[in-house]
């Protein structure tokens, strides 16, 4: 009996010695360290979090630009003079600015009349004028256009066209509605600039292509 109280309580000796637990200090190390982690591990989440925002934001507004430039392109390189009662014929710009421009487009059998500009709420906007078969070959146009939006989101201080000469020149009136600067463009470079969504800090993204006019010198009968 003596022996295994003896065991007993050196069993209790040696459970007591052992179990220290921790001291205030190393509670406090331990409370730093899982903050650093924990720390580094938000911050991680945030930057990741930001990263994948902003590539989706510039993809989307990508996205836009392809599509509007994709409409526009092909609408403008279809342009072509239109014929006129005892005149000249019409040159296949009506007018042009940096964010104007109306062509003749000939889309089908009869001529469109269509022009882009950017209004107060900065969307890129397409208003089609359908031409009147029944005034063939002196085309007349629709006074009420169809109007479309072609992209949004165009940031303020863009130019949207260009203008060259036959020479590949400046033009050196970019703005204008005179006959003799209109028959003087013979290509437009198109710089579309889109961010469809600010808040997600994307940035803007330009889509540019140049088109050259293959219809010039013929006209819309």
Do not use: C
Request: hydrophobic share 40%; no cysteine; proline share 5%.
């Amino acid at each position: 009996m003596t022996t295994y109280q003896g065991v007993l309580r050196r069993l209790r000796r040696i459970k007591r010695d052992g179990d220290h637990g921790l001291t205030l200090a190393e509670l406090m190390v331990t409370m730093v360290l899982l903050g650093i982690v924990g720390s580094i591990m938000a911050t991680t989440l945030v930057t990741v979090t930001n990263t994948i925002t902003k590539t989706q934001a510039r993809a989307d507004s990508l996205d836009v630009a392809r599509i509007g430039m994709a409409r526009l392109t092909k609408n403008v390189r279809s342009g072509m003079a239109i014929q006129q009662a005892g005149a000249a014929d019409k040159p296949p710009f009506a007018e042009i600015g940096p964010n104007r421009l109306t062509v003749y487009a000939s889309l089908g059998t009869v001529p469109t009349m269509i022009t882009y500009s950017i209004n107060s709420n900065r969307e890129l906007i397409e208003q089609w004028y359908t031409g009147n078969a029944a005034s063939n070959p002196y085309w007349t146009f629709t006074t009420t256009p169809r109007t479309t939006v072609i992209a949004r989101k165009i940031p303020t201080g863009t130019t949207l066209f260009t203008y060259y000469d036959y020479n590949g020149a400046l033009l050196a009136n970019q703005t204008s509605t005179n006959v003799t600067d209109l028959q003087q463009v013979r290509s437009v470079k198109i710089d579309l600039t889109v961010d469809v969504d600010p808040l997600r800090a994307g940035g803007p993204v330009t889509v540019s292509s140049t088109v050259v006019l293959p219809n010039l010198g013929i006209a819309k009968r």
